[in-house]
């Protein structure tokens, strides 16, 4: 089983920055790929970023030039540095991992999420 808990969200003025940190704990053997998922109110739950094991990434192109994934791969930890954020990017905001587990069996694991608002 693989536990992730995220934290850093928060309320920011539109043109402010946060920083999420997520980090991934449990029987963990090798984490393929560790992500950023957003839901909005109302709306699906869309990828913001994420991040291969050999540092290949995809942006939403929403986000792109704003926010930077990044990974402490000995930590097991996905960063994402939220930048000239907009009133548009407030939502909740879910961690993702996917690899495989000591046992061999893969996972697919989810944050409990952490609430991002930007306001005035």
């Known amino acids: 089983q693989v536990q992730l808990v995220e934290s850093g969200g928060g309320l920011v003025q539109p043109g402010g920055s946060l920083r999420l940190s997520c980090s991934a704990s449990?029987?963990?053997?090798?984490?393929?790929?560790m992500g950023w998922y957003r839901q909005a109110p109302g709306k699906q739950r869309e990828l913001v970023a994420s991040?291969?094991?050999?540092?290949?990434?995809n942006y939403a192109d929403s986000v792109k030039d704003r926010f930077t994934i990044s990974r402490d791969n000995a930590k097991n930890t996905v960063y994402l540095q939220m930048n000239s954020l907009r009133p548009e990017d407030t939502a909740v905001y879910y961690c993702?991992?996917?690899?495989?587990?000591?046992?061999?069996?893969?996972?697919?694991?989810w944050g409990q999420g952490t609430q991002v608002t930007v306001s005035s």
């Open positions: 449990g029987s963990i053997f090798r984490i393929y790929v």
């Open positions: 993702n991992a996917r690899g495989e587990q000591i046992s061999t069996r893969g996972f697919d694991s």
């Open positions: 991040m291969a094991s050999g540092r290949s990434t």
